[in-house]
């Protein structure tokens, strides 16, 4: 008896994680403006829904399955929004105020193919540089260390674009020419440190 209780409680959990984990991923496909997938991914997801549901409410005089079905919810939660961060679906855009306007920032930039409009801006302590940066939201980590690596103390603000047409930036984004690799990073390190010097 206790063993069919263990049994149907981590098949309720297991359903409901996978349940709840599909539901964010579809979610997220939605917004993205991938309905297709989105669709295929909504089919499972109700399948597996029906499932779990179906055998928590067979069972309501147990509590555990209750509490099991809750409690797959929300580790699904989670484990949706891992899963999205892996995917990392979609752009990024990355407003970046430099505190030297004299630092060629754009340049070492876009020599790593990311789009970058810039332009001089005057802050409360004086000239700034002011840059708009386009990335896949996969290179939006490798932006950071980047931006840090040329800039230590720049102001940095990042924001999902809802849409995007036209221009340079989605022709290179798009081509898949942001350079990454842990030689160029190290090369302008030594830059950065020469130049300090």
């Known amino acids: 008896m206790l063993d069919n209780a263990i049994i149907m409680v ?13 539901s964010t991923i579809r979610m997220i496909l939605t917004l993205k403006g991938r309905r297709y997938i989105a669709a295929i991914v909504s089919m499972f997801e109700i399948t597996i829904y029906v499932l779990g549901l179906g055998l928590v409410l067979d069972n309501l005089d147990q509590i555990e399955n209750i509490i099991a079905y809750a409690l797959g919810f929300g580790i699904g939660v989670v484990v949706g929004s891992m899963i999205e961060e892996k995917l990392a679906l979609g752009y990024i855009t990355v407003n970046v105020i430099s505190s030297d306007p004299e630092i060629e920032f754009t340049k070492q930039l876009r020599d790593k193919g990311y789009g970058v409009t810039s332009w001089y801006a005057y802050g409360m302590d004086g000239d700034r540089l002011a840059m708009q940066i ?8 490798q932006l950071y260390e980047t931006i840090r690596l040329i800039d230590s103390k720049a102001f940095i603000i990042a924001y999902e674009p809802k849409q995007i047409y036209g221009g340079f930036w989605v022709k290179q984004v798009r081509r898949g020419r942001i350079k990454s690799g ?4 190290q090369k302008q390190q030594e830059t950065i440190q020469q130049n300090e010097q």
Not at 134 to 141: F, G, Q, S, V
């Open 10 to 22: 981590s098949i309720i959990l297991i359903i409901n994680i996978v349940y709840v984990s599909f």
């Open 134 to 141: 386009l990335t896949p939201r996969k290179y939006e980590l």
């Open 182 to 185: 842990k030689k160029e990073e």
